[in-house]
């Protein structure tokens, strides 16, 4: 009987959880195009203007023998805009929930995970256009895009368990999100975005392989672009460090959220 009781509860838990959460990223969804007149478009625009930079610098200015070089650095762009855009938001989670916060039995560690998930929508909105350049480049899809939702689920998992400490620092140390902003604009030239990852000297490449997006991008493009299966043993190693990442991560956001009332 207590058995049945505990499981009923949990299956409503987790049913409140997931409306939560949905009603969450509606609200922020909703807040980040209030007023906009492009709205959602917004989410097409940056990346289209940087690809159009790009396009330009390493097909007129420095050259760069890259086939089919709009859908390889687009679909960079898309993939990195996702992780690089939650991690940045997450850090000012907790300061700009404070309403949220201070209520009784809120649930806090959903607040990376909703900021995670808003991301994978404009991910998952961006990638119709990615398709129009794939087609307009000549690249066919084939039965190895059924597995892009594996790659879209160890993602989600790494940001979050990267958010969780970021949003948790950010409340003490409020120079985090400033100090994110230079090391991920660091990171963005030192990940293969808009070059190939065996254009870097080899001596190099053991340093790449050290940022968890590495492998998957190189994943994303092997099927996007290439037609081919990933490379599963990189990305094995991938979901290890996420499933390390993970629990120390929400950990640390877990000790830190019971000062959450205090530092704000």
């Not at 990346?47 to 070089?69: D, G, K, T, Y």
């Not at 898309?78 to 009784?104: D, E, K, V, Y």
């Amino acid at each position: 009987m207590r058995n049945t009781e505990t499981l009923v509860y949990r299956r409503r838990r987790m049913a409140h959880l997931f409306d939560l959460l949905r009603e969450l990223v509606d609200r922020d969804m909703k807040l980040l195009y209030k007023r906009s007149a492009l709205g959602i478009a917004w989410t097409l625009i940056n990346p289209l203007l940087q690809l159009a930079v790009f396009s330009f610098v390493f097909r007129s200015v420095i050259p760069v023998n890259i086939p089919q070089f709009s859908s390889f650095a687009f679909s960079g762009l898309l993939i990195w805009t996702w992780t690089q855009t939650a991690l940045f938001q997450a850090t000012g989670l907790i300061t700009s929930n404070r309403a949220l916060i201070r209520q009784p039995n809120f649930p806090t560690a959903i607040l990376p995970v909703v900021t995670t998930t808003t991301g994978l929508i404009h991910f998952l909105l961006a990638l119709p256009v990615l398709i129009i350049f794939l087609a307009i480049d000549g690249i066919q899809p084939n039965s190895v895009l059924l597995y892009l939702p594996v790659l879209m689920v160890i993602q989600f998992f790494l940001t979050v368990s990267l958010a969780y400490p970021l949003a948790a620092i950010n409340v003490t140390f409020r120079d985090t999100q400033h100090t994110l902003g230079v090391v991920l604009q660091m990171l963005f030239y030192l990940t293969p975005i808009f070059y190939d990852l065996n254009s870097v000297p080899k001596q190099f490449q053991p340093l790449y392989h050290l940022n968890p997006m590495v492998p998957l991008i190189e994943a994303y493009r092997a099927i996007i672009l290439k037609g081919t299966q990933p490379d599963w043993q990189a990305l094995l190693v991938v979901s290890l460090i996420v499933a390390v990442l993970l629990p120390l991560g929400l950990g640390i956001f877990t000790r830190q959220s019971d000062r959450f009332v205090e530092e704000l």
